[in-house]
């Protein structure tokens, strides 16, 4: 069994910045690749992020791309998200995911991760 809790989240200015964290407990996620979702408000849940089981390779969203950087510290079994230049379309609940598998081949389908955290919400103010 495993658990994943996110933190970070807030409301905060077009242009600014967070970062998102995720503690998983229960067991180690260091075999396993790690992502990012989030759900704006009334539409589904969409991709955000992926890092592989070593930290080696990462997958974005385009809609983040140069944005967003996901990190992962096996020490710590911790898996973050800093969320830069942040736009009102960002807002949205933020959940972070362990997947079923080692890379981020195939990250965007949700059906690929098994464990969900409770999300963390970010709402930013145009």
């Known amino acids: 069994q495993v658990q994943l809790v996110e933190s970070g989240g807030g409301l905060v200015q077009a242009g600014g910045s967070l970062r998102l964290s995720c503690a998983a407990s229960g067991r180690t996620l260091n075999i396993y690749s790690m992502g990012w979702f989030r759900q704006p408000p009334g539409k589904e849940r969409e991709f955000v992020a992926c890092?592989?089981?070593?930290?080696?390779?990462?997958s974005y969203a385009d809609s983040v791309k140069g944005r967003f950087t996901i990190s992962r510290d096996h020490v710590k079994n911790t898996v973050n998200l800093q969320v830069n230049s942040l736009k009102p379309e960002d807002t949205a609940v933020y959940y972070c995911a362990k997947s079923r598998l080692y890379g981020c081949t195939n990250s965007r389908a949700i059906g690929n991760y098994d464990y969900w955290g409770q999300g963390t919400q970010v709402t930013v103010s145009s």
């Open positions: 890092i592989n089981w070593n930290g080696a390779s990462t």
